[in-house]
């Protein structure tokens, strides 16, 4: 079975930290670009980060540089986001995706419709 399967989400502090994991299960991740996505009830779906497999190359949407990371292990088949410095605002579902036609660039990294494959999702609460 082909699948995308996330973890390591919970409930933090503001300015904590958490990494989120996605493994993939039946495929090789090396030859696909990988993409973190959030959404928070009654938002539409946001692109958070990505990884590129061609040269490594990785994009963050603006409300996150700085603060995550996106990172691959590709002979594990794993993408992790380390997440510091969590604010309230970052609380949601995230999932990770990845593209099955297309490369990925700084014009489409955050387009949920560029991606085609998706995780479960794991969910993140922020609060005091």
């Known amino acids: 079975q082909v699948r995308l399967v996330e973890s390591g989400g919970g409930s933090v502090q503001p300015g904590g930290s958490l990494r989120l994991s996605c493994v993939a299960e039946?495929?090789?991740?090396?030859?696909?670009?990988v993409g973190w996505f959030r959404q928070a009830p009654g938002k539409e779906r946001e692109g958070v980060a990505c990884?590129?497999?061609?040269?490594?190359?990785?994009y963050y949407v603006d409300s996150v540089k700085g603060r995550f990371t996106i990172s691959r292990d590709d002979f594990r088949k794993i993408v992790y986001l380390q997440m510091n410095s969590l604010r309230p605002e970052d609380a949601g579902t995230y999932y990770c995706?990845?593209?099955?036609?297309?490369?990925?660039?700084?014009?489409?990294?955050?387009?949920?419709?560029?991606?085609?494959?998706w995780g479960q999702g794991t969910w993140i609460a922020v609060s005091s």
């Open positions: 039946g495929f090789s991740l090396d030859i696909y670009d």
């Open positions: 990884s590129s497999h061609r040269d490594g190359t990785t």
């Open positions: 995706a990845a593209p099955a036609f297309r490369d990925l660039d700084a014009m489409n990294f955050n387009d949920p419709k560029a991606y085609e494959m």
